[in-house]
């Protein structure tokens, strides 16, 4: 039996198809384009290698069907019935502060889901069609939807609520909600796994930078405070967000160039950072290769870049009163670039973070490139949210079956 794992966007369906016997991979793929004539299908399917097939799909439900024949297709199938998936899990990305784990589908489910289409309004309406889409082609198959946001929900309050007046929050949820919470919880499990130690005693900081990127206080195996905020704009500098900033700017920029508030929003999600910075990119490869020829405005955002991920590296640290295990780099950025690594913990060896340079450059997969004699273990741990997806989706089909 299998765990179908899917990740709906709007235009395009990341899917998963992980084996619940072993956790193995038995295909991935992709539709893009969706709402296009040729939208492009992309999956492994075993000895065939990698396929590609070109579509006319105009919505979600024919992005679904056409997974689900290239699934089942007698040439070279993944699976010979359907009835093979167990349980679908959804990634979600905004649960609010309603969702605090991992929940079975239900009619109230997809409720409050649609409630926070407003807090969501990028991810949600999409994500809710690939429920919506599941629910009608796997019928009686359990649907389960992982949030991004459940893994913060245990901050407390000091750390979630802006300092606004706080009617904000209570009339218009304005708050802290936090974002790569599966990555970040399933980094926490694999650190406590790899230190031998249990979760309710490890505490970390983990650091996911990929594209998007985030950094999370762990206390007992639990998220206490993380930098993205109310959107997934605020904290690190990203490939195209500008993260923390004085909002004054905001108003100021808008007057000055006569800019609406679409165009302000755009700037700061999709012309700032990393991107915006260089004026050249969003890709931090591009942007090494940049800075090897000498483009100065290259190597400044990559400077930026880390210079503010080493300011909240440090804060975090004090957040956890220094009683740290670990930091942790995961995702594209983390677990590929050495140099990022070790600049973000340059000069903290006061707080007993002291990188081994060697091992650091030499680190492949799952690696420990603290010195023998650090206090606090440095990690890579490559990340893997649709492991835990279909995990938490397991763990329910387990359940319901009594096993
Ligand atoms: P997303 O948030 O879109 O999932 P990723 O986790 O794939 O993003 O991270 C994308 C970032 O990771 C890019 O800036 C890219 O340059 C960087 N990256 C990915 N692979 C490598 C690599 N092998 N070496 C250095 N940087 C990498």
Same mark, same amino acid.
């Given at each position: 039996?299998?765990?179908?794992?899917?990740?709906?966007?709007?235009?395009?369906?990341?899917?998963?198809?992980?084996?619940?016997?072993? &956790?193995?991979? *038995? #295909?991935?793929?992709?539709?893009?384009?969706?709402?296009?004539?040729?939208?492009?299908?992309?999956?492994?399917?075993?000895?065939?290698?990698?396929?590609?097939?070109?579509? =006319?799909?105009?919505?979600?439900?024919?992005?679904?069907?056409?997974?689900?024949?290239?699934?089942?297709?007698?040439?070279? =199938?993944?699976?010979?019935?359907?009835?093979?998936?167990?349980?679908?899990?959804?990634?979600?990305?905004?649960?609010?502060?309603?969702?605090?784990?991992? !929940?079975?589908?239900?009619?109230?489910?997809?409720?409050?889901?649609?409630?926070?289409?407003?807090?969501?309004?990028?991810?949600?309406?999409?994500?809710?069609?690939?429920?919506?889409?599941?629910?009608?082609?796997?019928?009686? @198959?359990?649907?389960?939807?992982?949030?991004?946001?459940?893994?913060?929900?245990?901050? =407390?309050?000091?750390?979630?609520?802006?300092?606004?007046?706080?009617?904000?929050?209570?009339?218009?949820?304005?708050?802290?909600?936090?974002?790569?919470?599966?990555?970040?919880?399933?980094?926490?499990?694999?650190?406590?796994?790899?230190?031998?130690?249990?979760?309710?005693?490890?505490?970390?900081?983990?650091?996911?930078?990929?594209?998007?990127?985030?950094?999370?206080?762990? +206390?007992?195996?639990?998220?206490?405070?993380?930098?993205?905020?109310?959107?997934?704009?605020?904290?690190?500098?990203?490939?195209?967000?500008?993260? &923390?900033?004085?909002?004054?700017?905001?108003?100021?920029?808008?007057?000055?160039?006569?800019?609406?508030?679409? /165009?302000?929003?755009?700037?700061?999600?999709?012309?700032?950072?990393?991107?915006?910075?260089?004026?050249? #990119?969003?890709?931090?490869?591009?942007?090494?290769?940049?800075? /090897?020829?000498?483009?100065?405005?290259?190597?400044?955002?990559?400077?930026?870049?880390?210079?503010?991920?080493?300011?909240?590296? *440090?804060?975090?640290?004090?957040?956890?009163?220094?009683?740290?295990?670990?930091?942790?780099? @995961?995702?594209?950025?983390?677990?590929?670039?050495?140099?990022?690594?070790?600049?973000?913990?340059?000069?903290?060896?006061?707080?007993?973070?002291?990188?081994?340079?060697?091992?650091?450059?030499? *680190?492949?997969?799952? *690696?420990?490139?603290?010195?023998?004699?650090? +206090?606090?273990?440095?990690? !890579?741990?490559? #990340?893997?949210?649709?492991?835990?997806?279909?995990?938490?989706?397991?763990?329910? !089909?387990?359940? +319901?079956?009594?096993?």
């Amino acid at each position: 039996m299998y765990i179908l794992v899917l990740n709906s966007g709007s235009s395009s369906v990341k899917y998963q198809l992980v084996s619940i016997k072993d &956790d193995s991979i *038995a #295909t991935r793929g992709c539709v893009e384009k969706i709402g296009s004539k040729e939208a492009i299908h992309t999956y492994s399917a075993g000895e065939q290698g990698k396929l590609k097939e070109v579509h =006319p799909i105009s919505n979600h439900e024919e992005a679904l069907s056409v997974i689900f024949r290239a699934l089942t297709n007698p040439a070279h =199938p993944v699976i010979s019935d359907l009835k093979q998936i167990a349980a679908v899990g959804h990634r979600v990305v905004h649960g609010g502060a309603k969702f605090t784990e991992t !929940v079975v589908v239900t009619e109230e489910v997809i409720k409050d889901i649609r409630e926070c289409i407003e807090l969501g309004p990028l991810h949600n309406p999409h994500n809710l069609k690939g429920i919506d889409v599941c629910m009608r082609l796997l019928p009686g @198959t359990p649907q389960l939807a992982v949030f991004d946001t459940a893994f913060h929900q245990t901050m =407390p309050e000091h750390a979630y609520l802006y300092a606004l007046p706080y009617v904000f929050y209570t009339r218009h949820r304005v708050r802290r909600y936090g974002f790569h919470g599966t990555s970040h919880r399933y980094i926490t499990e694999r650190t406590a796994a790899v230190l031998n130690k249990a979760q309710k005693n490890l505490n970390i900081v983990s650091c996911h930078l990929g594209n998007g990127s985030s950094i999370c206080a762990v +206390r007992g195996g639990k998220s206490v405070d993380t930098s993205m905020g109310f959107t997934p704009l605020e904290g690190l500098i990203m490939g195209t967000r500008s993260g &923390d900033m004085d909002p004054a700017i905001i108003q100021y920029i808008m007057h000055k160039e006569n800019y609406t508030i679409q /165009e302000v929003d755009s700037l700061l999600n999709k012309q700032s950072g990393l991107l915006g910075i260089s004026g050249a #990119t969003n890709d931090l490869r591009e942007l090494f290769a940049l800075a /090897e020829k000498k483009d100065q405005r290259a190597s400044l955002a990559i400077q930026m870049m880390v210079y503010r991920l080493k300011k909240y590296i *440090a804060s975090y640290m004090g957040v956890l009163n220094g009683e740290v295990d670990a930091v942790v780099f @995961t995702a594209g950025i983390g677990e590929n670039n050495a140099y990022v690594r070790e600049q973000a913990v340059e000069g903290l060896e006061f707080m007993g973070i002291k990188i081994d340079k060697k091992k650091n450059r030499a *680190a492949e997969g799952e *690696a420990d490139v603290a010195t023998a004699d650090s +206090r606090v273990r440095i990690l !890579v741990i490559p #990340t893997n949210e649709e492991l835990l997806i279909a995990k938490d989706a397991a763990a329910y !089909v387990r359940k +319901r079956r009594g096993n």
